[in-house]
């Protein structure tokens, strides 16, 4: 689902720049509605097909579910069980059993299925650490998600299984000028008496899962207040998981963080015009990382703040003039665009005039993994003089770009990418 509507944005935007171009041929604005309404269809039919699962998956339940059973044992094993209502119910659970020692069956019963179903969960009931319950830390990344515009982008996969890492096999290829697929080449009969056999080139890739921790303090009175400080906390983790995740798929370092597509070893810098000012940016600049692109279709431009400031001014030099080459939103809930693509604002870019401050992606060539359920534990003893208790969450997640390097094709010195920056211009 998460795709087709990610797919439904793109076509969208593409149509708006269809119709806003003058010179746009009437069929091709026909042929971009037609696949509009293609994917609208699919995503109703998504809708039914996820209800009907739904809808299975809660009457095998009931009907395996045994007279007089407790309510924390008649969770199937494959699905997670909701014990507590709301997220600071289970926090409050979580505090009892470090300042009274007394244990809540049913955070023995997250932590048992935890440990059988995911096979993730380090923290143990003894250790203080217990699994947060899956509906509400599968909310807070869902809630990330769909809060941002690079989140919702991006390639993700939720590991569910025992495992802590993902691995897949890519083709490792680095030009297309004389061979594809890393090694595959063909030839005409008439050219070589003898072809060479040739295969393609593949990698194993690997993505171990990196802990991703947050804290958070709460009074006595958490109880008292728990429907204000469960929305609190929800949004308030919602919030930092997903400004750090973007932050590391821009520019993290993969040293116990995902790597970002700036430190990337497939990222092309294209460098700033001769005599070009600081902290500007010309259409030269864009145009050359637009050419730089492998696949057009699926672009988005990624920049700071402070240089969405500067498309206003931004001109198509035409003699001593100019035109206007930059589309803001001209409806509520439109997205601004430049040479069609959307544009995406993020303050984790760099700052203007330095490398990466503007950026044209692909997000789908960046992989994210993620473990679906967050470890919570508390501590009384970190702020014992101000009465307040002390939450601890981890989030498992890592990423990478999927390419480690740019493609070299044929009568071009110009590598292409799905990752394109600017270069500084100082």
Same mark, same amino acid.
């Given at each position: 689902?998460?795709?087709?509507?990610?797919?439904?944005?793109?076509?969208?935007?593409?149509?708006?720049?269809?119709?806003?171009?003058?010179?746009?041929?009437?069929?091709?604005?026909?042929?971009?509605?037609?696949?509009?309404?293609?994917?609208?269809?699919?995503?109703?039919?998504?809708?039914?097909?996820?209800?009907?699962?739904?809808?299975?998956?809660?009457?095998?339940?009931?009907?395996?579910?045994?007279?007089?059973?407790?309510?924390?044992?008649?969770?199937?094993?494959?699905?997670?069980?909701?014990?507590?209502?709301?997220?600071?119910?289970?926090?409050?659970?979580?505090?009892?059993?470090?300042?009274?020692?007394?244990?809540?069956?049913?955070?023995?019963?997250?932590?048992?299925?935890?440990?059988?179903?995911?096979?993730?969960?380090?923290?143990?009931?003894?250790?203080?650490?217990?699994?947060?319950?899956?509906?509400?830390?599968?909310?807070?990344?869902?809630?990330?998600?769909?809060? $941002?515009?690079?989140?919702?982008?991006?390639?993700?996969?939720?590991?569910?299984?025992?495992?802590?890492?993902?691995?897949?096999?890519?083709?490792?290829?680095?030009?297309?000028?004389?061979?594809?697929?890393?090694?595959?080449?063909?030839?005409?009969?008439?050219?070589?008496?003898?072809?060479?056999?040739?295969?393609?080139?593949?990698?194993?890739?690997?993505?171990?899962?990196?802990?991703?921790?947050?804290?958070?303090?709460?009074?006595?009175?958490?109880?008292?207040?728990?429907?204000?400080?469960?929305?609190?906390?929800?949004?308030?983790?919602?919030?930092?998981?997903?400004?750090?995740?973007?932050?590391?798929?821009?520019?993290?370092?993969?040293?116990?963080?995902?790597?970002?597509?700036?430190?990337?070893?497939?990222?092309? $810098?294209?460098?700033?015009?001769?005599?070009?000012?600081?902290?500007?940016?010309?259409?030269?600049?864009?145009?050359?990382?637009?050419?730089?692109?492998?696949?057009?279709?699926?672009?988005?431009?990624?920049?700071?703040?402070?240089?969405?400031?500067?498309?206003?001014?931004?001109?198509?030099?035409?003699?001593?003039?100019?035109?206007?080459?930059?589309?803001?939103?001209?409806?509520?809930?439109?997205?601004?665009?430049?040479?069609?693509?959307?544009?995406?604002?993020?303050?984790?870019?760099?700052?203007?005039?330095?490398?990466?401050?503007?950026?044209?992606?692909?997000?789908?060539?960046?992989?994210?993994?993620?473990?679906?359920?967050?470890?919570?534990?508390?501590?009384?003893?970190?702020?014992?003089?101000?009465?307040?208790?002390?939450?601890?969450?981890?989030?498992?997640?890592?990423?990478?770009?999927?390419?480690?390097?740019?493609?070299?094709?044929?009568?071009?010195?110009?590598?292409?990418?799905?990752?394109?920056?600017?270069?500084?211009?100082?």
């Amino acid at each position: 689902m998460k795709v087709l509507l990610a797919k439904l944005a793109q076509l969208e935007v593409e149509a708006k720049g269809l119709l806003a171009n003058a010179d746009a041929k009437a069929e091709d604005i026909t042929a971009k509605m037609e696949d509009i309404k293609n994917v609208k269809a699919k995503i109703e039919a998504q809708k039914v097909v996820d209800q009907l699962e739904a809808d299975r998956i809660a009457a095998e339940a009931q009907a395996n579910t045994p007279v007089n059973t407790p309510v924390y044992a008649q969770a199937k094993s494959n699905a997670a069980p909701k014990l507590f209502k709301n997220l600071v119910d289970q926090l409050v659970a979580v505090k009892a059993v470090a300042t009274e020692g007394r244990v809540d069956e049913r955070l023995v019963q997250l932590n048992k299925f935890s440990n059988a179903a995911l096979g993730g969960n380090e923290g143990t009931g003894a250790d203080g650490g217990f699994a947060v319950q899956t509906d509400y830390a599968g909310l807070m990344m869902e809630s990330a998600v769909k809060e $941002s515009g690079i989140l919702n982008l991006v390639d993700s996969y939720e590991v569910t299984d025992g495992s802590n890492s993902v691995k897949w096999v890519d083709v490792d290829e680095t030009s297309v000028a004389t061979t594809v697929f890393g090694g595959v080449q063909v030839y005409w009969a008439s050219e070589a008496a003898a072809v060479a056999a040739s295969n393609p080139k593949l990698t194993e890739k690997e993505l171990k899962l990196e802990k991703l921790m947050g804290l958070a303090y709460a009074t006595y009175e958490l109880e008292a207040d728990s429907s204000f400080v469960n929305t609190l906390y929800t949004r308030a983790f919602t919030t930092g998981i997903r400004r750090e995740l973007e932050n590391a798929i821009i520019a993290g370092d993969g040293k116990g963080k995902p790597i970002g597509f700036q430190t990337g070893g497939g990222v092309v $810098s294209v460098a700033k015009e001769a005599g070009q000012a600081a902290a500007t940016i010309l259409w030269e600049n864009l145009s050359k990382m637009y050419h730089r692109s492998l696949d057009k279709s699926s672009m988005a431009w990624l920049m700071h703040p402070d240089c969405a400031e500067q498309l206003d001014f931004l001109a198509f030099p035409v003699g001593v003039g100019g035109v206007p080459v930059y589309l803001p939103a001209s409806a509520a809930g439109t997205i601004d665009t430049l040479r069609g693509k959307p544009i995406l604002e993020s303050d984790h870019c760099a700052a203007l005039g330095t490398v990466g401050d503007v950026n044209l992606v692909d997000l789908k060539q960046y992989m994210l993994a993620y473990k679906g359920g967050i470890d919570a534990a508390t501590s009384m003893h970190v702020q014992f003089l101000t009465a307040q208790n002390c939450f601890r969450f981890i989030f498992r997640a890592n990423g990478m770009p999927k390419k480690n390097s740019a493609l070299t094709i044929k009568n071009s010195a110009n590598k292409r990418s799905s990752f394109i920056t600017l270069a500084t211009r100082g």
